[in-house]
């Protein structure tokens, strides 16, 4: 099955990750098979043209595995240009109800951050403890199995900052209360090289000068500066 019939019948078996609402100004994915290929015909041709690879307007499922889609629709964009857009999903947020989870680990008043190698960058990245999340547990016991996996301990208390939904799962960010003298036991297998326990100014100086760049952990950086009624905030306390 080639990456154009693995697709078609994926627009089958998840319709809800090609849904066009029709509103104005809306990217419009293409169904309809017959103009696909006539529109990657076009375009290759285009490609060719200037001695670049027919691949790169290549319309399907470009790979996938139990965590994610790689896909290439073919869209048409609000200004009546036509053209191969990718993107990729998070399967085990939509399908299988995982909660990815993003952990802002607070001990006597010191926040932690962890240094850590990203392969998709291929570089370092000073950031929270995160992770994807597993079919079959809430957000809170992926956060608590995320912690003991990252940073070998677990939350006396978990506060829960927000939670977005995605189909049957989602990203939730948490506060994480660790108890005092707590020892950190990094996963080095995970690419965990060092850890850093940061005051809030700190943390404040750290954002300012770029040298936090993971947007998880700016998102919840983003939240804690927020004017929350903390009556509304909700809090599981660990036994």
Same mark, same amino acid.
């Given at each position: 099955?080639?990456?154009?019939?693995?697709?078609?019948?994926?627009?089958?078996?998840?319709?809800?990750?090609?849904?066009?609402?029709?509103?104005?100004?809306?990217?419009?994915?293409? +169904?309809?098979?017959?103009? $696909?290929?006539? &529109?990657?015909?076009?375009?290759?041709?285009?490609?060719?043209?200037?001695?670049?690879? !027919?691949?790169?307007?290549?319309?399907?499922?470009?790979?996938?595995? &139990?965590?994610?889609?790689?896909?290439?629709?073919?869209?048409?964009?609000?200004?009546?240009?036509?053209?191969?857009? $990718?993107?990729?999903?998070?399967?085990?947020?939509?399908?299988?109800?995982?909660?990815?989870?993003?952990?802002?680990?607070?001990?006597?008043?010191?926040?932690?951050?962890? +240094?850590?190698?990203?392969? &998709?960058? %291929?570089?370092?990245? *000073?950031?929270?403890?995160?992770? #994807?999340?597993?079919?079959?547990?809430?957000?809170? @016991?992926?956060?608590?199995?995320?912690?003991? @996996? @990252?940073?070998? $301990?677990?939350?006396?208390?978990?506060?829960?900052?927000? +939670?977005?939904? &995605?189909?049957?799962?989602?990203?939730?960010? #948490?506060?994480?209360?660790? =108890?005092?003298? +707590?020892?950190?036991?990094? !996963? %080095?297998?995970?690419?965990?090289?060092?850890? %850093?326990?940061?005051?809030?100014?700190?943390? !404040?100086? #750290?954002?300012?000068?770029?040298?936090?760049?993971?947007?998880?952990?700016? *998102?919840?950086?983003?939240?804690?500066?927020? !004017?929350?009624?903390?009556?509304?905030? =909700?809090?599981? @306390?660990?036994?």
């Amino acid at each position: 099955m080639d990456s154009l019939d693995r697709y078609l019948n994926l627009m089958q078996e998840r319709p809800e990750f090609f849904i066009n609402t029709g509103e104005s100004g809306e990217i419009k994915i293409i +169904k309809d098979v017959r103009r $696909i290929r006539k &529109e990657q015909k076009r375009l290759q041709a285009e490609l060719r043209s200037q001695g670049k690879p !027919d691949e790169w307007i290549e319309i399907g499922v470009l790979a996938e595995d &139990e965590w994610f889609y790689v896909l290439r629709d073919m869209v048409e964009f609000p200004d009546g240009r036509v053209g191969g857009y $990718i993107r990729w999903i998070n399967r085990k947020s939509q399908e299988d109800g995982g909660f990815n989870v993003v952990l802002m680990c607070v001990q006597d008043d010191k926040i932690l951050m962890i +240094k850590k190698y990203r392969h &998709e960058t %291929r570089s370092w990245s *000073w950031e929270f403890p995160r992770g #994807f999340g597993e079919p079959g547990l809430t957000a809170e @016991e992926n956060a608590q199995k995320e912690l003991e @996996e @990252e940073i070998g $301990i677990k939350a006396s208390r978990l506060t829960l900052l927000n +939670k977005l939904s &995605e189909e049957k799962g989602g990203t939730a960010v #948490f506060y994480a209360g660790i =108890e005092s003298k +707590k020892e950190i036991v990094l !996963d %080095r297998g995970e690419g965990i090289a060092s850890y %850093r326990w940061i005051s809030p100014v700190d943390l !404040d100086e #750290f954002v300012a000068q770029g040298k936090l760049k993971d947007w998880f952990s700016l *998102w919840a950086v983003s939240l804690t500066k927020m !004017d929350t009624n903390i009556n509304k905030i =909700e809090t599981l @306390e660990i036994h």
